[in-house]
């Protein structure tokens, strides 16, 4: 308008927003207005609220008062389908993909380009090459999403969003299975798209990410949002207390500790996938009681298939695993039943298609795998009482919200279902306990007590195999570490010689001892 500035009208603006699911009210009178062309975060603890917001922008729910504005005009997000025509996408925390359709399937569905698909086939497939190689996201186009490892199917739904072009784009959690420099790649690319005026809405409890990518932050808690800042006039430690409501410590304290006899032996452990690819390669190692080993390495190198075998689940192809005075290979398999009355527990990665069944209420859920000891009851019959007041007590130990044993698991957020099949499984006490990202998707008050758990189970003589994406995390923790790249053992370093440079450099498959100017090249672009 010529003789003065007037301002756009926000992208995005809640009003007094609110939502219930029975007894619980998960939004409570929200207010948000998030400017056109920049990156806003939204962050509190694990059941604060933030995906119900989300899901109500998005039309996945119906908000039971308020208004949403859209460029400054009121709205009705009444389905998916209303929030994709007024130009709004999301990438989701639990992935919306069909396992069994190939990559390229997956990101042209609704969008497929006429009656033949041949032009639309095409069009994609060229369109996901260049996305690939603009943004170092490669993938390949043809392969099964059932046969992809968590963190390339997360790749799937960043370039199914990327494809769609929306101009408000949400993504919840969008870096619970990336590294920390897969997540860095990611900001790159919310970067150039905030270049070309998309407006983008980040859900998460990482406080790295929210004082990394984002302009503004918004604070939940407890269903209500309870700050607002400027991400520049801000800082990690006013975030957390925000969140918690408490002071927090952002390592665990880590202690020395000596290890017991060896527990779990791995020797020439060689594994193929179902196309004879070889996914793990000649791996050995041995972990002691006691002592916390450590797997660093990025997403898809062969540390979800150690887990598998190691927990039964696949069976053993070549070499031999020694556990508890038990020797498995070829003709002498163990499946995860047998494995645990040996004292084997499994906190797998994937908690929805592993650790969970959504359907079940958390009292079911908390007895998954342990439904025929004691803990289920002592006669022909599951004692329900039983398993209820057990599973109340777990869930107040590790405050799982809402702590109410007969909600279904699948109501639960990521962050709480994920507690829930960490407490279920270091309750059972094990002789060894494989870890698969024991902390994804949880918020950074659960992160610290997690720690704190499984250095306490090594304190009482666990065994810990710790597999993780997050290096911090592998370092604040490991007694040992072992690097993977490529199905392979690349390296080992102790817990005070561990340096996270070297250490990235082997997860990528580079020689740190021939790599002094890369690395002294990469310190100080940083």
Not at 19 to 25: D, E, L, Y
Not at 125 to 134: G, P, T
Not at 219 to 236: E, F, L, S
Not at 292 to 318: F, Y
Request: glycine share 10%.
């Amino acid at each position: 308008m010529r003789g003065g500035d007037v301002s756009p009208p926000p992208a995005v603006e809640l009003r007094r927003i609110n939502k219930r699911f029975g007894r619980v009210h998960a939004n409570r009178d929200i207010d948000l207005t998030i400017d056109a062309g920049t990156i806003t975060g939204i962050i509190g603890e694990n059941g604060a609220g933030k995906s119900t917001l989300v899901s109500i922008l998005y039309g996945f729910y119906s908000a039971d008062s308020g208004d949403i504005l859209i460029d400054g005009t009121p709205v009705a997000l009444t389905s998916t389908a209303d929030a994709i025509r007024c130009g709004i996408g999301m990438v989701h925390q639990h992935f919306m993909l069909v396992p069994t359709m190939s990559v390229l399937d997956n990101v042209m569905l609704g969008r497929e380009g006429g009656f033949t698909l041949t032009d639309g086939i095409s069009k994609t497939r060229k369109r996901l090459a260049q996305l690939s190689e603009d943004y170092g996201l490669e993938i390949d186009p043809d392969a099964l999403v059932q046969d992809l490892p968590v963190g390339l199917q997360q790749r799937v739904e960043i370039l199914k969003a990327l494809l769609r072009g929306a101009r408000i784009l949400i993504l919840d959690e969008p870096t619970g299975v990336l590294t920390p420099q897969e997540a860095d790649r990611l900001f790159e690319i919310l970067r150039m798209l905030k270049q070309d005026g998309v407006t983008i809405l980040l859900i998460t409890h990482k406080l790295r990410e929210i004082m990394a990518i984002t302009d503004d932050v918004n604070v939940m808690r407890h269903g209500q949002m309870v700050a607002h800042r400027k991400t520049k006039d801000t800082n990690r430690e006013d975030l957390a207390r925000l969140m918690v409501g408490r002071d927090v410590l952002f390592t665990a304290k880590y202690h020395e500790k000596e290890p017991g006899a060896p527990i779990l032996e791995i020797d020439a452990l060689t594994h193929h996938d179902s196309r004879g690819s070889t996914v793990l390669s000649d791996i050995s190692f041995t972990l002691r009681a006691g002592e916390i080993l450590g797997i660093a390495g990025v997403s898809g190198n062969g540390q979800s298939q150690l887990l598998d075998v190691l927990s039964g689940i696949e069976p053993v192809q070549e070499g031999t695993i020694r556990v508890a005075g038990e020797v498995i290979d070829s003709r002498n398999r163990r499946d995860p039943t047998a494995l645990r009355q040996v004292g084997v527990a499994h906190i797998p990665e994937d908690r929805h298609h592993r650790g969970l069944v959504l359907p079940f209420s958390a009292a079911e859920s908390s007895i998954l795998g342990y439904h025929l000891t004691d803990v289920a009851g002592s006669g022909l019959f599951l004692d329900l009482q039983k398993i209820e007041a057990r599973c109340a007590d777990l869930m107040q130990r590790y405050d799982v919200r809402p702590p109410d044993p007969q909600w279904r698991s699948g109501g639960f957020s990521g962050g709480n279902q994920q507690k829930i099949v960490v407490a279920r499984e270091i309750a059972a006490s094990p002789q060894v306990l494989l870890v698969g990202q024991p902390t994804r998707g949880v918020d950074i008050g659960a992160i610290e007590f997690i720690h704190k758990e499984l250095l306490a189970a090594r304190d009482r003589g666990c065994a810990i195999l710790l597999v993780s994406v997050e290096l911090d995390e592998i370092m604040a923790l490991s007694d040992r570490i072992l690097v993977m790249n490529a199905g392979r053992i690349v390296g080992e370093t102790a817990h005070g010689e561990a340096d996270p440079n070297r250490i990235g450099l082997m997860m990528a498959g580079i020689d740190p001892n021939n790599a002094r100017d890369i690395t002294v090249q990469e310190t100080g672009a940083a």
